[in-house]
């Protein structure tokens, strides 16, 4: 049971025929376009003393922004659009399986790779794009050309390992979380899951920094290397 807990998706007449990541997925989307809308249908100039979706998007979007001014300057903003959709999306993924019968699509390795693949094209798009191809394909190659049949393959093969590490480092954490948060949940069903919820925000909220943080060096090293 704690191997294969309830989730109640699998319940309904239908659902159970699609993949639990695409659900969970879809519903994460869902909740972020429906949040997405209440917060900026009560926006105003004068912020709210509580929290409520508003607040929250306040707080996330001020937080990249200063995440991405810190690494690459004003000109960092341009790249909000990218970094702050990744870790809104992956936060409330990895909240939803805080939540009983619930299930983080983080938890699949084939949402973690759909991100870090997206991730991976855009900074060489970004990068290509800044330095222009030959350039951006030469710092590569290594400080001298004679090191260039060694430099590029291994180069090469540390960019692809990036969509690797990436998607790993998510799954990993976040199903590893959930399991222990199951297990306690169901030996131990009062109080001590309470501990173990802590700790199961704590790791939602770090993850999500850490991906995001990863894909925003990502990109820093793509436009700002210099061409040897």
């Known amino acids: ?84 959709t990744l870790f809104v999306f992956i936060l409330i993924a990895n909240f939803l399986g805080l939540i009983p019968g619930f299930y983080p699509a983080t938890e699949n390795v ?36 004679i090191l260039a049949p060694l430099m590029f393959p291994i180069e090469l093969v540390s960019h692809f390992a990036r969509i690797l590490s990436l998607a790993i480092r998510l799954f990993g954490n976040i199903y590893g979380d959930h399991k222990v948060l199951l297990v306690f949940l169901y030996l131990v069903p009062i109080l001590i899951p309470a501990v173990f919820y802590g700790m199961g925000i704590f790791v939602a909220i770090l993850q999500t920094y850490v991906f995001t943080l990863l894909s925003l060096v990502y990109i820093q090293l793509a436009v700002e290397e210099e061409s040897h």
Do not use: C
């Not at 993949?19 to 009560?42: C, G, N, Q, R, Y």
């Not at 970004?126 to 030469?138: D, E, F, P, S, T």
């Open 110 to 145: 084939n949402t973690n790779f759909a991100m870090s693949i997206t991730v991976f094209i855009i900074y060489n798009f970004y990068g290509i794009q800044k330095q222009g191809i030959v350039n951006y394909l030469k710092h590569m190659m290594g400080p001298f050309p």
């Open 1 to 84: 049971m704690i191997e294969h807990p309830i989730i109640f998706t699998n319940l309904i007449p239908g659902l159970n025929k699609i993949p639990e990541h695409i659900m969970w997925t879809i519903i994460a989307d869902i909740i972020i376009i429906f949040s997405v809308l209440t917060a900026v249908k009560k926006l105003r100039l004068i912020p709210y003393e509580k929290l409520n979706w508003t607040t929250f998007y306040e707080l996330i979007t001020e937080f990249v922004e200063n995440l991405l001014k810190e690494s690459l300057g004003e000109k960092g903003r341009q790249y909000i659009y990218l970094i702050g």
